[in-house]
């Protein structure tokens, strides 16, 4: 089946805007794949610091990014999927504050992205996609049937990972959380390389004052304009 055939949801967004879980809930009702293209960023950042390969070694990183040996297992409930590197489970280490800050220097490269590129559009199978990401609806699926762009205040974003990390025991201080996400918004949204924006016909939804249920039903309120039906 040709990637026009399925149908592809995109909802791209910064981080903390909740796109991670809507994502994930939307591919469970729908019974369609889900492509968390940041993990693959994250994975090459990881996969790079064992290799001993440099941020600065572009070369290197791209060949990398194109060949490293990754997958992802959807568990049950569809909720964090366990995400492999070289067969190891490398789901929780992906998370840390180090590898999202190399993942976001690497990610700025234009030889990382379009090694990657292939391997994203490669999640495109039957019944379907939800591809979560900052570039899913402009660059990697132009033609998806549905875009979404999920987005909340720089401080609500902070208030979500603070509480995350308070909740496994780190202590950290929310003004500087603040900080962080302006910086990474910052370089996302001002790269060269596919900045984060939404693309022309996505709709916009901003989460900050919205809980994920309603962001969920708001989302598959647009898949469904859209005519895109739950897998059978
Ligand atoms: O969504 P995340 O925090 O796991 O993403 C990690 C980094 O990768 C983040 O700095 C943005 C970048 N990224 C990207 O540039 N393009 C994507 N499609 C997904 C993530």
């Known amino acids: 089946m040709s990637e026009k055939r399925v149908p592809i949801v995109t909802i791209d967004g910064p981080s903390g805007s909740g796109k991670g879980t809507v994502c994930q809930l939307m591919a469970t009702k729908l019974g369609f794949h889900y492509l968390d293209s940041g993990a693959l960023y994250r994975l090459l950042a990881l996969a790079a610091k064992r290799h001993g390969v440099e941020l600065e070694n572009v070369q290197s990183l791209a060949v990398l990014a194109a060949h490293m040996d990754i997958s992802f297992h959807m568990n049950k409930e569809g909720l964090q999927p366990k995400v492999m590197l070289e067969g190891e489970d490398v789901s929780s280490l992906i998370r840390s504050e180090e590898v999202g800050s190399n993942a976001s220097k690497v990610a700025a490269l234009p030889e990382v992205r379009s090694a990657l590129l292939q391997r994203q559009r490669a999640f495109a199978v039957a019944p379907g996609l939800i591809a979560d990401g900052r570039d899913m609806g402009t660059v990697v699926f132009p033609d998806a049937d549905a875009k979404?762009?999920?987005?909340?205040?720089?401080?609500?974003?902070?208030?979500?990972?603070?509480?995350?990390?308070?909740?496994?025991?780190?202590?950290?201080?929310?003004?500087?959380?603040?900080?962080?996400?302006?910086?990474?918004?910052?370089?996302?949204?001002?790269?060269?390389?596919?900045?984060?924006?939404?693309a022309t016909n996505a709709v916009v939804l901003d989460s900050s004052e919205m809980t994920?249920?309603?962001?969920?039903?708001?989302?598959?309120?647009?898949?469904?304009?859209?005519?895109?039906?739950?897998?059978?």
């Open 212 to 232: 994920i249920d309603e962001v969920l039903s708001s989302g598959l309120e647009i898949v469904e304009k859209n005519g895109i039906q739950p897998r059978q």
């Open 148 to 198: 979404i762009f999920l987005t909340a205040s720089p401080e609500e974003r902070a208030e979500r990972r603070y509480k995350q990390l308070i909740d496994k025991g780190e202590s950290v201080s929310l003004a500087a959380l603040v900080e962080q996400v302006r910086k990474r918004d910052e370089r996302d949204m001002n790269r060269k390389a596919s900045p984060l924006v939404p």
